[in-house]
């Protein structure tokens, strides 16, 4: 099913411009996706006030960001291994590269504004040892971290943080959204699936993060409503819990609609 990519199209690499090819490859899915990206820019953020309650779990995501740069890692693994010949999937995978670096250089204007937590940070390590060690293609790891580990992540970085955090948030979630979409497909393309031990990781990973939390009548500080919305976007790609996101808080937060996933809001 898979074969050596062709003749590459021009692509500049330092700005969203490209150009396209002109012929099929105009359909293609990959061309379509990184057509609806935005660019933005790192910029220092000032340190506000977190959500009472939810400290300890933002220090725990922060310390996740020692995964971005390892998922552009396993895209380029991803890149060194054959893949469909789908035209503009190349140039997909080196746009979303670039993406994090960025998100690596957003959350570090997050930790010099606000500080880490040192054992979150080593722990952090721990995890990001285990999702390297994982024999799963590296692509398809990517697609599930980002599904269903940054996908709550991110969120919980909108209801609990404070500005600067929630505006870093909403610009990584719209790049996200695109690499979701690529990496998905990418993955299914090669049939590529997750099975019970990258769940299990992934399960893992979701645990650790929300450790923190308790039961909390405000849902956003609920370990168990943040674990289910994890579960719930590993198994359907779907989050309905996390559907007002969608409504009032930030419009722009998931307007980027993709082909794939995530999806917040209405069941199928
Ligand atoms: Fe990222
Ligand atoms: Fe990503």
Do not use: C
Request: proline residues 5%; aromatic residues 10%; charged residues 30%.
């Amino acid at each position: 099913m898979t074969k050596r990519r062709g003749p590459r199209a021009p692509f500049v690499l330092h700005t969203i411009e490209f150009y396209r090819p002109m012929t099929a490859a105009t359909k293609s899915p990959y061309w379509s996706m990184i057509a609806k990206k935005r660019s933005w820019q790192a910029v220092p953020v000032g340190k506000g006030k977190l959500q009472e309650g939810g400290e300890d779990t933002i220090f725990r995501l922060l310390a996740l960001r020692h995964l971005e740069l390892p998922v552009k890692d396993f895209l380029e693994q991803g890149l060194a291994k054959e893949l469909p010949s789908t035209p503009g999937i190349e140039e997909a995978l080196r746009h979303n590269q670039q993406d994090e670096e960025r998100h690596d250089q957003a959350l570090n204007y997050v930790v010099a504004a606000h500080g880490t937590n040192e054992k979150a940070e080593k722990e952090a390590f721990n995890i990001l040892k285990a999702w390297q060690e994982h024999p799963a293609h590296p692509i398809l790891k990517a697609a599930v971290l980002e599904r269903s580990i940054f996908f709550v992540v991110l969120p919980f970085f909108r209801f609990n943080g404070d500005m600067g955090i929630r505006t870093v948030a909403a610009d990584i979630s719209r790049d996200e959204i695109t690499h979701v979409g690529v990496h998905s497909l990418v993955a299914r393309e090669l049939g590529e699936d997750a099975g019970k031990s990258l769940n299990q990781l992934r399960r893992s990973t979701a645990l650790w993060a929300f450790d923190k939390l308790g039961k909390s009548e405000n849902k956003w500080l609920d370990k168990d409503f943040w674990l289910r919305q994890s579960d719930s976007l590993f198994e359907k790609g779907k989050a309905e819990g996390l559907a007002e996101t969608q409504k009032s808080r930030m419009p722009a937060f998931f307007e980027a609609a993709n082909y794939d996933l995530p999806s917040y809001g209405k069941a199928a």
